[in-house]
């Protein structure tokens, strides 16, 4: 285990449902991450949480909405989702910001499979 | 255009074999380069991490090289098990910023 969970492991929802999922780190780290994997795209980032702050919002439409309410636990709210956001949903945390050279490795969790009918 | 491109897209060798995985890219300057790991169903786990400044790194029977001058990766993996199967990833990381260059993987399957 790589000390970063992730629930629920698989999700599906209709698209006027309202859902989150959770990420929690257990290694002390002050940088979290939301990526995105679809089949055949490499990984998309989403979002980036330095000590709880929000540092990066890579033009993600508005119907994802991330939360970061301390360095362990981060959440991705989602709402009137569309059948082309499912995908694997993967929460990612690193010591330090991951530009930072190795210092900054990421360690991911287990990700979110998620399927919007 | 994706700034890292990976091939081959999949692979299937026999057990025991060796095998080349590679990684072209354009992002310039850069601070790492990492490949990962990850298994079906699995988040990524990394294998190596090399500065700019590195040659090559290895972890186990995992061997990564970096030529930054012809902006080229390459993962070697000695004498594969089954386990061996997964997907490889190429990411390289700039300077500034928080853009990681993720490659779409190459899948490799290890077969008895």
């Known amino acids: 285990e790589t000390g970063v969970t992730q629930t629920p492991r698989h999700l599906v929802m209709g698209m006027t449902n309202k859902k989150s999922l959770k990420c929690e780190q257990h290694?002390?780290?002050?940088?979290m991450y939301w990526y995105k994997q679809s089949a055949k795209k490499p990984l998309e980032l989403m979002f980036v949480?330095?000590?709880?702050?929000?540092?990066e919002n890579n033009s993600v439409p508005s119907r994802f909405s991330p939360e970061c309410p301390n360095s362990s636990h981060l959440f991705l709210h989602l709402h009137t989702l569309q059948p082309e956001d499912s995908a694997l949903y993967l929460c990612a945390s690193s010591l330090g910001l991951a530009g930072g050279g190795p210092g900054g490795e990421q360690f991911f969790g287990p990700g979110t499979r998620l399927t919007v009918l | 255009k994706n700034q890292v491109e990976q091939s081959p897209q999949s692979l299937i060798i026999l057990e025991g074999k060796n095998c080349t995985l590679q990684c072209n890219y354009t992002v310039s300057p850069f601070s790492n380069l990492r490949w990962y790991k990850q298994d079906t169903g699995r988040g990524p786990v990394s294998l190596t991490i090399?500065?700019?400044?590195?040659n090559t790194k290895s972890n186990g029977r995992y061997t990564a090289t970096l030529d930054a001058d012809t902006k080229q990766s390459s993962l070697h993996i000695t004498a594969s098990q089954l386990s061996d199967s997964a997907s490889y990833i190429c990411?390289?990381?700039?300077?500034?910023?928080?853009?990681?260059?993720f490659g779409t993987g190459t899948s490799l399957t290890v077969i008895p």
């Open positions: 990411v390289v990381i700039p300077f500034t910023g928080n853009q990681f260059y």
């Open positions: 290694l002390g780290h002050n940088a």
């Open positions: 949480y330095s000590l709880e702050e929000r540092v």
């Open positions: 090399m500065t700019f400044s590195e």
